[in-house]
Each structure stands twice: as structure tokens, then as C-alpha cells.
């Protein structure tokens, strides 16, 4: 039986998106979810180490309240919180880690992001799984999607990166560094692959719950 999953989101938008994901793909997963939106705001303040403290108390409540696996679904503050794993004694994820793994094989990344703070984050792990392998990685911040974004303007935000994906060329791979943007992916017209996070970072994260 798989044991439960606690996520820890800077966005309740994310909420829905791995419930959906669950019910298609791990039935029978208990997923908790833990929406905490003054982290992001914070970590782009100070940086992710400024809350880095807090992360790691709020993940260690979860456990000490059942959670098998923690998977982080905000890029920015992702590796701090994977690198809390080595306190808490469970399996600490950052959802898009599965996903740089598979683009870094692929060849030329464009890597897309709505905020760009993600960049450094989101580049830090490509560098990380492409290990020795030369890394041609190239990086677009969307204009204006973080504003509609925040607006709650979710089909404006998704139609602006999916019109960056498409203006993209000279690349084997997209990424898309933020898991919020995923559904854009159905609203592309290149015949580039365009990578998301949530579901193979949910994916890694329910087989490191069990």
C-alpha cells in the first residue's frame, strides 16, 4: 500500500492539478497538501535559503504526522527542500528534477519560465543532471505571465507561454521551469517536445512514497 504524500505548494492552483494527476495515475495515494504562498514571496525577496528554516519545520510536522515522501512543487524553493531529506529521514523530491533528467539527454534545452527567479533554480538542476555532459541550455522569461499569473488570469498566463513555445527554435527540447505552466503543453503548435513537471514529478514522488 502506498503511504501519503505530503506537498508543499507556494500556490493553491497546484492543489487540483496533483489531485487530477492521483486519480489518473496513483490511485490510492493519500496526498496532504501544504499551501504556503509567503514562501515564495520571501525566498524571491532573500533568496530560498532565507526560508530555508522554515521549510524544513513545516516538512518535519508532516512527517511527524505520517508523510511517507515530500514533494516540492515550487521550482524556486525546490532544493532546499530536497536538501532537508537528510534531517527528516523521508524521501524529500522537488517535482521537476524527473524532468530536467529527461531533457538534458535530449540535446539544445530552451528552458521557459514565468518568473525569473526560477532561472537560477531551474539551470542549477539541468547543470546538476547533465553531470559531465556538455549542456547547451538556453533561457526566455515570458513577458507578462507572472502578472497574469498573479491575476488569476489563467488562460491569459497559459496562452502567453504557450506563444513563447512557439516562437522557440533551434532547440531539441522546451522546459517549462514552473509546474504551474503545465497546461500549456495542450496549447502549443511546435513540433518541439515541450516537457512539463507535475506528472513525472508526481510519479517519482508516489513511487518514493510506498
Known amino acids: ?69 515530500v514533494l516540492c512543487t515550487c521550482s524556486t524553493i525546490g532544493g532546499v527542500a530536497e536538501s532537508a531529506a537528510a534531517t527528516l529521514g523521508v524521501p524529500v523530491l522537488r517535482v521537476d528534477r524527473p524532468m530536467a533528467a529527461d531533457a538534458v539527454g535530449r540535446g539544445r534545452v530552451v528552458v521557459l519560465a514565468a518568473l525569473a527567479d526560477t532561472l537560477a533554480p531551474t539551470l542549477a538542476l539541468l547543470a546538476e543532471e547533465a553531470g559531465d555532459r556538455a549542456a547547451d541550455i538556453r533561457t526566455v522569461v515570458v513577458e507578462g ?29 522546451i522546459v517549462l521551469a514552473q509546474a504551474s505552466m503545465a497546461d500549456a503543453v495542450t496549447r502549443t503548435a511546435t513540433r518541439i517536445p515541450v516537457l512539463s513537471s507535475p506528472r513525472p514529478g508526481l510519479a517519482a514522488a508516489a513511487a518514493a512514497a510506498h
Open 145 to 173: 505571465a507572472w502578472a497574469r499569473f498573479e491575476a488569476g488570469d489563467r488562460d491569459g498566463y497559459l496562452e502567453l507561454v504557450a506563444a513563447a513555445a512557439d516562437r522557440v527554435a533551434d532547440a531539441d527540447v
Open 1 to 69: 500500500m502506498p503511504g501519503t504524500l505530503a506537498l508543499l505548494h507556494t500556490s493553491p492552483v497546484h492543489v487540483p492539478v496533483f489531485e487530477a494527476l492521483r486519480d489518473t495515475d496513483h490511485p490510492g495515494l493519500a496526498l496532504r497538501h501544504l499551501v504556503y504562498e509567503d514562501l515564495l514571496v520571501r525566498a524571491r525577496d532573500a533568496g530560498p535559503e532565507a526560508v530555508q528554516g522554515e521549510i524544513e519545520a513545516l516538512l518535519a510536522g508532516a512527517v511527524a504526522e505520517g508523510a511517507s515522501a
